[in-house]
Each structure stands twice: as C-alpha cells, then as structure tokens.
C-alpha cells in the first residue's frame, strides 16, 4: 500500500473519530504491514498523541525519519524478515533526525510476529517476552495518551 493510500484512510479516520465521535487523543499501533504505517503515520500526522510499530518493515518508511509524535518500535532479535542492521540504522537516523521522543526496543529470541501469536503457538520460554512487550506498548500509550 502506497503512502497516498495511507494518508487517504488516515484522514477518512481522523475526520470520524474528531467529527462523530469527539475523540481528543488519538493513538495508533500496526503490526508488521501495520508497523511500517504506524512510521509513515507518526511523521505525517500531528493528530496522534503516540504510536506504537511492532516489527514494521523498515525498508518501507520512505526514509521519513523526523517523527511528529512518540512512537515505540519493537522488534524481534531474530526477526527473520527485519535484520538488525536495519534496526541499527534506524535507530540511527531517528536520533540524528527526530525531536520528539523514541525508543526503539530489540526483545532478546525473539523472531517476526512474537507479540502476536496465537496462543497455541506460543512457545513457553517466549511468554515472558511477549508480556514484556505487551506491557512495555501499553506504559508507552499511557503515557503520552492518558
């Protein structure tokens, strides 16, 4: 999906839940796909108060890197499709380029999709990982959000 694509849908969005449902602070989290909209959503939209990409492909941000908004970026050590060379470079350039706050957070063994994954799936030695993950997303929006 282009990023035309995504700012048509963001707007359509916004526009409902400003104008119908007078909703004040908005947030936004994406998951793979998703994650790499949250990116290009964070350093298009002063609208969202925070968002949250996990594992969001990397090399679709566009090399948009002057976030508009805080956003936490987690990511899988062993992430077979984001290396963390990418993950490096990343964090590079949202330090050399962004002024608002960032984190970007490497979950140790951990491979694309943990946070995610059903529960039958779950091996039980990532279980603490993917609560830590899931907690550490919802400190994040809390925080900026609440």
């Not at 993950?87 to 350039?93: D, G, H, I, R, T």
């Not at 957070?105 to 091996?123: A, P, S």
């Not at 997303?137 to 959000?145: E, G, K, V």
């Amino acid at each position: 999906m282009s990023s035309p694509t995504y700012t048509r849908e963001a707007d359509v969005v916004l526009k409902y839940l400003k104008e119908q449902r007078n909703v004040k602070k908005i947030g936004v989290i994406g998951f793979c796909w998703g994650g790499a909209a949250v990116h290009h959503l964070m350093s298009s939209y002063s609208e969202f108060k925070a968002g949250v990409s996990l594992y969001g492909v990397i090399r679709l941000a566009e090399d948009k890197y002057n976030l508009l908004n805080p956003t936490f970026f987690i990511f899988g050590e062993k992430d077979e499709i984001i290396p963390l060379e990418q993950v490096a470079e990343l964090e590079q350039k949202l330090t050399e380029h962004c002024k608002v706050d960032f984190e970007v957070k490497i979950y140790l063994g951990q491979t694309h999709g943990f946070v995610h994954r059903k529960r039958e799936d779950i091996n039980p030695k990532d279980k603490p990982y993917i609560e830590e993950a899931k907690m550490d997303m919802m400190n994040w929006l809390n925080r900026y959000i609440l």
